[in-house]
C-alpha cells in the first residue's frame, strides 16, 4: 500500500447507493477496487495500490469516469464489494448488446481492414472493455486453463477451457468479433492492425486481487482471427509434489532421485498432461541458497524466485541447445531444460549431466519406456543413456469426480471389458460417479489429478537398453521390477473415489 496517498478505513463509513450505482459490481469485482464517494466531477476509489497508474488508466477506461484513487486494505475492500454489491452482477448478455451499440457507432467497426487509429478507438470504448474484463473474470473464477475466441462465417464463439475439456462461454454477435480481437491486441501490447500474420503477446495483470499472467496466441483464420488465451493463474497452481495426486512411494522414490548431485530426471506424456507443472515442483522443493538452478523454457510459464529462467526465442535463433550450451557457462548446479527436442538438445543434456550437473527434462512418448527408445532413436549412444537417465516419469490429467455430487453406482460390463477387469475381480471394490451439479457446471467433475508411471533406471534396465532390447521387453522388466503402469495407477485412482473408469480410459487408451 502507498505511503504517501491518502487512506481510508472502509468498515467505518458508510457507502451511498448513489455512489455505488457509478462503477458495475463487474468492474469492482475485476479490479478489486471500492467506489467510496463522489467529489464535484470525479468519483474517488478505493484501491490496494493507488499509485498504480496503470490500475487507474483502466478504470477510467472501463467506466467512463474521472477517478481519484485513495488507499485501502485489500480483504477491507473485498468485503466491501460483498456488503454493497451482494451477489449483483451483469449479464453478460447485457454487456454484450452495450457493446454491439457502441461499436455499431463507429464507421467501419466491423471492418477488418479498419484503420489503426478506428481499431484502437474501438478497444479503447468502455463496453468493449468492460465485455473482455467480464470474459476474464468468469475464466479465472471457473478455473479456466484457456479462454478461446472462435470467428466462423456466421457467428463468434468464445469457449473455455476447463479441467481439460472445452465449454461453451459465450456467443457474441460477429460483428463484436473485432473489437474483442483489437482489445486483446491493445493489452497485449500487439499490433493492431495486422491480421495477415500470427503474433504472440503476454498480459500481466491483477484480477480480483490475484497476479494471473496471460499468455495471447493469435491466428488468422478464413472468417477472422482465432485468439487463444492462456490463463496462469498463480494463486490456483499449487507447485509441490504433495498437492498433485502423486502416491506417497512415488513421491518418497522422486525425492531421493532429486537429491542427487548429477544425473537425467525426464518426464514424458502428450502435450497438456502437467509436465512443466511437476518439474517445477522437484524444483520449487530443491530450490535452496546452496544451489544455482538455471532453467530454460518455451514460453516461462511460472515465475520462481530464487531461479534463473530463460525463454527460448526462435526468432532469433535462441534455441535450448544454444541456450543450454551457454547455460553451462554460467556455473550451475541444476538444469532444467523444456523439452528435449532433438539429437543436439539430447547430447548436451548428456553430457551436463555427465560433468556432475542434475538435469531435468521432458520428452513426448506415450509411456516411460518410450521415453528411452525415443533418445536411442534420437541416436543418442545406449551407454551415454545408461550412464546419465536416472529416472522416467510417465504422466496424464484425469478430471476429479465432484464431490457435491459423487454418487455410487455399478459400472457396465462393457466399462469392466475395456478395463480387463470381470464382475468377480470387483468384489467389495465401490465405484463413484459425478451426477453434475451447479458446482461442476453439471459435468460431474471438478478439479483434475494426476496418473503418474515412474521407471526407475536400473542395473537390469541398463544391460537391456545396451542390448537394444524391445520398448516391450523394457516395460516388462520395469512392471517385475515394481513399476505400476499409467492404467493400473488409474485404477487405483478409480477405487479411491478420485475419478472414474471414463476418465481413466480415455486418458490411457494406448493402454491394453
Aim: charged share 30%; aromatic share 4%; proline share 3%.
Amino acid at each position: 500500500m502507498s505511503e504517501d496517498k491518502e487512506t481510508v478505513d472502509l468498515s467505518k463509513i458508510t457507502i451511498e447507493k448513489s455512489v455505488i450505482n457509478k462503477v458495475s459490481a463487474s468492474t469492482a469485482r475485476f479490479y478489486n477496487i471500492m467506489p467510496i464517494k463522489i467529489e464535484r466531477d470525479s468519483v474517488v476509489v478505493a484501491a490496494h495500490d493507488p499509485s498504480d497508474t496503470k490500475l487507474l488508466d483502466d478504470l477510467r477506461f472501463a467506466s467512463g469516469l474521472i477517478i481519484r484513487m485513495v488507499a485501502a486494505k485489500e480483504d477491507d475492500i473485498r468485503k466491501a464489494i460483498e456488503k454493497y454489491y451482494g451477489k449483483e452482477e451483469e449479464s453478460l448478455g447485457e454487456v454484450i448488446d452495450e457493446a454491439e451499440k457502441i461499436t455499431r457507432k463507429i464507421p467501419g467497426a466491423g471492418k477488418a481492414e479498419s484503420a489503426a487509429d478506428k481499431l484502437k478507438e474501438i478497444a479503447l470504448s468502455a463496453p468493449v472493455v468492460k465485455l473482455l474484463n467480464m470474459i476474464l473474470l468468469r475464466a479465472v473464477r471457473e478455473k479456466a486453463s484457456d479462454v478461446h475466441f472462435e470467428p466462423f462465417e456466421k457467428d463468434y464463439k468464445i469457449r473455455y477451457r476447463i479441467d481439460g475439456i472445452c465449454y461453451d462461454a459465450a456467443h457474441p454477435p460477429k460483428d463484436l468479433s473485432l473489437a474483442i480481437s483489437s482489445r486483446i491486441k491493445v493489452m497485449a501490447n500487439l499490433d493492431v492492425a495486422e491480421n495477415r500474420l500470427p503474433q504472440d503477446g503476454r498480459i500481466m495483470m491483477d484480477i480480483e486481487g490475484k497476479a494471473v499472467d496471460l499468455r495471447v496466441s493469435t491466428l488468422p483464420t478464413l472468417y477472422g482471427e482465432s485468439i487463444v488465451m492462456r490463463v496462469l493463474d498463480k494463486s490456483v497452481v499449487s507447485l509441490s509434489l504433495d498437492q498433485i495426486g502423486m502416491d506417497e512411494d512415488i513421491k518418497l522414490k522422486i525425492r531421493e532421485i532429486i537429491k542427487r548431485p548429477n544425473g537425467i530426471f525426464l518426464t514424458t506424456g502428450p502435450t497438456g498432461s502437467g509436465k512443466t507443472t511437476t518439474l517445477y515442483s522437484c524444483l520449487r522443493e530443491i530450490n535452496k541458497i546452496d544451489y544455482k538452478i538455471i532453467t530454460t523454457e518455451d514460453p516461462v510459464e511460472y515465475d520462481i524466485e530464487g531461479i534463473i529462467q530463460v525463454a527460448i526465442n526462435t526468432k532469433i535463433d535462441l534455441s535450448f541447445a544454444r541456450t543450454l550450451r551457454h547455460i553451462l557457462r554460467q556455473d550451475p548446479d541444476i538444469i532444467m531444460v523444456g523439452e528435449i527436442r532433438d539429437a543436439e538438445t539430447a547430447e548436451i543434456a548428456i553430457q551436463s549431466a555427465l560433468t556432475g550437473h542434475l538435469v531435468f527434462s521432458t520428452l513426448h512418448t506415450n509411456d516411460s519406456p518410450g521415453a528411452v527408445t525415443r533418445l536411442l532413436d534420437m541416436g543418442v549412444e545406449p551407454f551415454l543413456i545408461t550412464s546419465t537417465v536416472r529416472a522416467i516419469l510417465a504422466q496424464r490429467l484425469v478430471r476429479k469426480i465432484c464431490v457435491k455430487c459423487r454418487k455410487k453406482y455399478k459400472p457396465s460390463e462393457s466399462e469392466l471389458s475395456e478395463f480387463c477387469m470381470s464382475k468377480e475381480k470387483i468384489k467389495g471394490m465401490e465405484f463413484y460417479k459425478g451426477e453434475g451439479c451447479s458446482e461442476c457446471n453439471s459435468s460431474g467433475y471438478k478439479g483434475r489429478t494426476g496418473l503418474y508411471e515412474l521407471l526407475l533406471v536400473d542395473d537390469k534396465i541398463r544391460d537391456l537398453v545396451v542390448k537394444h532390447e524391445s520398448l516391450s521387453t523394457i516395460r516388462d522388466a520395469a512392471r517385475e521390477a515394481g513399476m505400476k503402469t499409467l492404467r493400473e495407477n488409474g485404477l487405483k485412482k478409480v477405487v479411491e473415489g478420485i475419478t472414474t473408469i471414463e476418465e481413466v480410459l480415455r486418458e490411457t487408451k494406448e493402454y491394453i
